[in-house]
């Protein structure tokens, strides 16, 4: 796989949660472009571990995708940088430790 693609677009009453997908794509050192809509920056943070393009814009999404399928566009080199960024970002023991201090944060006020 060179591209992972998580067009989301809005549907009346469905949420895209976190984005788990996402994270999955980055963690097995692939590129993924995902829409910068709901929950999906929160997992994805662009140039970082994807690439985040607006909901809807066929023609962003097209350009995104050439310019990611070019030769000039390391995708091995990107992929790695990624898995790194988003263990380094999103592991379980991770957001258990960000979970936790917002509890605590949250009972100290």
Same mark, same amino acid.
């Given at each position: 796989?060179?591209?992972?693609?998580?067009?989301?677009?809005?549907?009346?009453?469905?949420?895209?949660?976190?984005?788990?997908?996402?994270? *999955?794509? !980055?963690?097995?050192? #692939?590129?993924? $472009?995902? %829409?910068?809509?709901?929950?999906?920056? @929160?997992?994805?943070?662009? &140039?970082?571990?994807?690439?985040?393009?607006?909901? *809807?814009? !066929?023609?962003?999404? #097209?350009?995104? $995708?050439? %310019?990611?399928?070019?030769?000039?566009? @390391?995708?091995?080199?990107? &992929?790695?940088?990624?898995?790194?960024?988003?263990?380094?970002?999103?592991?379980?023991?991770?957001?258990?430790?960000?979970?936790?201090?917002?509890?605590?944060?949250?009972?100290?006020?």
């Amino acid at each position: 796989v060179d591209l992972v693609v998580s067009p989301n677009i809005h549907v009346p009453g469905s949420i895209e949660g976190f984005g788990i997908n996402a994270i *999955e794509t !980055a963690v097995c050192e #692939r590129v993924v $472009i995902a %829409a910068n809509f709901q929950g999906l920056p @929160d997992a994805i943070h662009d &140039g970082k571990n994807g690439f985040l393009v607006p909901r *809807e814009d !066929a023609t962003a999404w #097209r350009d995104k $995708i050439v %310019a990611l399928l070019s030769e000039d566009f @390391d995708r091995a080199a990107f &992929g790695k940088r990624a898995r790194a960024y988003t263990i380094a970002h999103f592991s379980w023991a991770g957001i258990a430790e960000q979970y936790c201090n917002a509890l605590i944060t949250a009972r100290n006020r």
